[in-house]
């Protein structure tokens, strides 16, 4: 597990190669051009903030940062197409792809419709079995975040060995008013799919963020 001590310049450019290598760049809504200046213009932009978060220590158990594309670049269903896990892809619940128009950020979250990071992210491990609305209402305590379905993705994308502890929650993101977007595990599948809003099942933690940054201001 990576640790903010780590280089995180050398973190990023490994997440960059994979986003620009040939299996993304073919499913990509832009060229690898396009694609490669929006990742590099958001890197400096990173470095240009004197953010403590790219300083200080990780609390245990998270991850540095990640590079998330949102879907103007990408589409999720592609993204999560690309996730490995033991060697076999991601796939998507036909009943989320049905419901794929309804998806939005929960009210106040902001994202970017360029590419941009997600700091000091958490899997959930400390919240398993604890209902979504309840982990929001937590976050807000802590000062977090909720993940969104494209950060969600990101995150499976870049360490899929933590589907081995816990399927993951992105509250985030909702599918409707009653549903927010899932991956979990089917023996060496992971799947993308929702779940209940306001239940929580004791193999489900919902994940986490201290912080974004955009490339724009």
């Known amino acids: 597990m990576v640790r903010f001590t780590e280089n995180l310049t050398d973190l990023f450019e490994i997440q960059r190669n994979v986003l620009l290598s040939d299996s993304h760049a073919e499913a990509s809504k832009v060229e690898r051009e396009k694609f490669s200046h929006a990742i590099d213009r958001l890197w400096l932009r990173a470095k240009q903030q004197e953010h403590n978060h ?18 103007g670049y990408m589409s999720i269903l592609e993204q999560m197409k ?32 360029e590419p941009y990071l997600v700091l000091q992210v958490s899997s959930g491990l400390e919240n398993i079995g604890i209902p979504p ?3 929001v209402q937590q976050f807000q305590k802590d ?3 909720p993940l969104t ?4 993705v990101a995150l499976a994308r870049n360490y899929p060995e933590v589907i081995h502890n816990h399927n993951l929650v992105f509250p985030g993101s909702r599918v ?6 899932d991956i979990w595990r089917r023996k060496n599948e992971l799947i993308l799919s929702y779940r209940p809003f306001s239940s929580g099942d004791a193999r ?11 490339a724009h201001s």
């Open 143 to 145: 000062k977090r975040q």
């Open 54 to 71: 790219l300083l200080k220590q990780s609390r245990n158990n998270d991850f540095a940062l990640l590079i998330v594309v949102p879907e």
């Open 149 to 152: 379905i494209h950060e969600g």
């Open 133 to 135: 609305f309840r982990t």
């Open 82 to 113: 690309r996730v490995s896990f033991e060697d076999r892809l991601g796939c998507v619940d036909a009943r989320f792809e049905e419901e794929i128009a309804l998806l939005a950020n929960v009210t106040g979250l902001q994202t970017s419709p």
């Open 204 to 214: 489900w933690g919902c994940a986490s963020c201290a912080t974004r940054i955009f």
């Open 176 to 181: 409707s008013t009653r549903y927010t977007p």
